[in-house]
């Protein structure tokens, strides 16, 4: 069956440093991937999706490339802020054929951000 | 703003008891998924129902039912609740597009 597989945390760095969170997956066909945020107390909101091999998603400063090769989505940032500080979820969804919403998480990698 | 409304956002409950959760989908989303988000962990896809009807389960026990009203809306219910239920109940809305997460309810059980 699918899995989706992301380093453990917390991963705990300074602000304007460097970030990458790593993710795997394993899966039939061709999935679509995605890279979801929870701050505290809240749901979940979509971070950014590449929906085919060697697609770049990106949104407020992250970006992550499908690499079909790798079955991998590596999450990066060039520089993050305090406000960054949250869990992120690397996610799969085996479409065309599956509908949205069936979506297979990673077990989620908790950031801290510190001044 | 997601426009995805859940409803209670938290509640306790005892072990044994029936429990409703409700989820209000995203204008013109006519399908609504269902996860559990045990403590620390990721959310675990439930079951999905598109147009009223099952569309998909997880591997969740039958006690896990739900319901999608003629408006989209969408109801989850767990029957003879054990502690490991405890967890953060999230649902989602979509339409051909990406998924819409409400904030999710908190059930306790105790």
């Known amino acids: 069956g699918n899995s989706v597989t992301q380093m453990e945390g917390p991963v705990t760095l300074s602000e304007e440093a460097f970030l990458t969170i790593n993710c795997t997956y394993t899966a039939t066909g061709y999935p679509s991937l995605f890279w979801y945020v929870q701050y505290p107390g809240e749901g979940l909101q979509l971070l950014l999706k590449a929906t085919k091999a060697d697609d770049k998603g990106s949104n407020k400063g992250f970006e992550a490339t499908y690499r079909k090769e790798t079955t991998s989505f590596h999450l990066e940032k060039g520089s993050v802020q305090v406000s960054d500080s949250a869990v992120y979820f690397c996610?799969?969804?085996?479409?065309?054929?599956?509908?949205?919403?069936?979506?297979?998480f990673g077990a989620g990698t908790q950031v801290v951000v510190t001044p | 703003e997601t426009g995805v409304t859940q409803s209670p956002t938290h509640l306790i409950k005892t072990r044994g008891q029936q429990v409703t959760l409700r989820c209000s989908s995203q204008?013109?989303?006519?399908?609504v998924s269902w996860y559990q988000q045990a403590l620390g962990q990721g959310p675990q896809f439930i079951f999905q129902?598109?147009?009223?009807?099952?569309?998909g389960r997880g591997n969740f026990p039958p006690r896990f039912s739900g319901l999608q009203f003629p408006n989209y809306s969408s109801e989850l219910n767990v029957n003879a609740l054990e502690l490991d239920d405890s967890a953060l109940y999230l649902c989602?809305?979509?339409?051909?597009?990406?998924?819409?997460f409400g904030q999710g309810t908190r059930l306790t059980v105790v």
């Open positions: 989602a809305s979509s339409r051909n597009t990406e998924a819409f």
């Open positions: 129902y598109y147009r009223e009807e099952e569309n």
């Open positions: 996610a799969l969804s085996s479409s065309p054929t599956d509908s949205w919403g069936k979506l297979q």
């Open positions: 204008s013109g989303h006519n399908t």
